[in-house]
């Protein structure tokens, strides 16, 4: 009897007094949708993440096929790199849907703690004229920015929980999570890399909306956030540069500004490619019109060679993305769940919504790479991590439903 007793207790999550608790028909049977709602929102996030991931590859090698041939003979060189990035990215992925969603918040301090490590060093010992990336063995390259976004989700998600109740208080609840926030900023900003900073800074903002922080308080982060923005400008004629002509397009004399070189060539070529688009591998603007067009301007690819069928269907994508982050945030067992889902998936929204409203000339100039699509090691490999961590939200939501009594 005992014997039996012991292996009872060890194969059971569940406490005795839980599983004598009853509950009603209806809550069994709202339990039972929610969990059917969270595997659907599981599975198409997966699908959803795969054809973007599919997209990209597609693209990839139409844009870079003939720019790799000239440099190496090689026409897939640049897939075939891509491909190895998807690869790790999507192993780490499934990988980090198998955490719970506790250990994230156990360590969020240490991860952030390395993130900004990283951020000071690479202003130290960084690769380039812009100091934005780690030199790595076999001539890779690591960007410490990429892995300070995702950081600075689990942080905020992680704190906003333990301080809930300080929140209302600006110096003990807000102000030392705003420190963190603001080096993370400022050390992205040193770099120089004022669209990354500004696009975190908009990530951090929505998660602090969503933690319940008084919106007073908010307006006065904007504000502080506005004249951080400003004197950055003013310290940098480039960026300046970029400001103003995106304010000022064409110029007062009615020629192109230098600065709008790229979008003006990625609004020909949406143009080109009209509804249906001119085909795969057809595209006249990658013939040395337009740079980066395989990284920050693939979009631009998408317009000319799949057509506005091709960008809609894209946008449409990812605003699906966005609804079924959002919804495995809404069935997140416990609060810190919701804030760790509505930060990754605010994380994702916002970086597709800055690169494709700079593409068709929306936004000023950023640099920011489009997810899942843009070639790319760090980008594309946390991004997949985000979207790991993630499907852990819905895995632990979904164990919290099933040990509940029926």
């Known amino acids: 009897m005992r014997r039996l007793e012991k292996q009872y207790l060890n194969y059971s999550f569940l406490s005795p007094p839980r599983i004598k608790e009853s509950v009603s028909p209806f809550e069994a049977r709202r339990s039972s949708v929610l969990t059917n709602v969270t595997q659907r929102s599981a599975t198409h996030l997966i699908l959803v993440c795969l054809a973007l991931l599919a997209i990209g590859m597609v693209m990839i090698y139409s844009a870079t096929a003939e720019m790799a041939r000239l440099q190496s003979d090689d026409s897939s060189l640049f897939l075939r790199n891509h491909a190895i990035r998807v690869a790790i990215g999507l192993l780490l992925m499934f990988l980090c849907s198998r955490v719970d969603t506790k250990i994230w918040a ?31 063995p076999f001539g890779l390259n690591f960007q410490p920015s990429e892995m300070a976004r995702v950081a600075l989700v689990l942080y905020l998600a992680d704190v906003l ?58 307006l006065c982060v904007l504000a502080v956030g506005g004249v951080g923005v400003f004197l950055s400008l003013h310290q940098s004629p480039y960026q300046m540069s970029r400001l103003t002509s995106f304010l000022d397009f064409y110029g007062h004399q009615g020629g192109l500004l230098e600065g709008n070189y790229q979008v003006n060539q990625s609004l020909i070529g949406m143009g080109n490619g009209g509804l249906i688009g001119v085909g795969l591998g057809n595209s006249i603007q990658k013939s040395q019109y337009l ?31 966005a609804f079924l982050g959002l ?80």
């Open 161 to 218: 929980v333990r301080k809930e109740n300080d929140l209302l208080e600006f110096r003990r609840g807000l102000l030392p999570r705003l420190i963190v926030v603001g080096l993370v900023l400022i050390l992205i900003g040193a770099q120089p890399d004022l669209g990354t900073a500004i696009a975190i800074g908009c990530i951090a903002i929505a998660m602090l909306c969503i933690g319940g922080v008084h919106p007073l308080q908010l």
């Open 291 to 321: 740079p980066e067009l395989h990284t920050d301007f693939v979009f631009a690819i998408v317009g000319e060679e799949l057509g506005l069928i091709g960008t809609l269907a894209v946008c449409s994508l990812f605003i699906w993305f």
């Open 327 to 406: 919804r495995i945030a809404n069935s997140a067992p416990t609060h810190h769940g919701f804030l760790l889902a509505s930060g990754l998936t605010a994380m994702v929204s916002i970086y597709a919504v800055i690169n494709i409203g700079v593409v068709v000339g929306i936004l000023p100039t950023t640099g920011l790479p489009l997810p899942f699509l843009s070639y790319g090691g760090s980008s594309l490999i946390l991004n997949l991590v985000g979207v790991g961590i993630l499907l852990g939200v819905a895995r632990q939501s979904l164990s919290d439903k099933r040990l509940r009594p029926r």
């Open 106 to 136: 156990q360590f969020s301090r240490a991860i952030m703690l390395c993130a900004i490590g990283l951020l000071i060093l690479v202003l130290v010992i960084g690769n380039g004229s812009v100091t934005r990336w780690l030199p790595l």
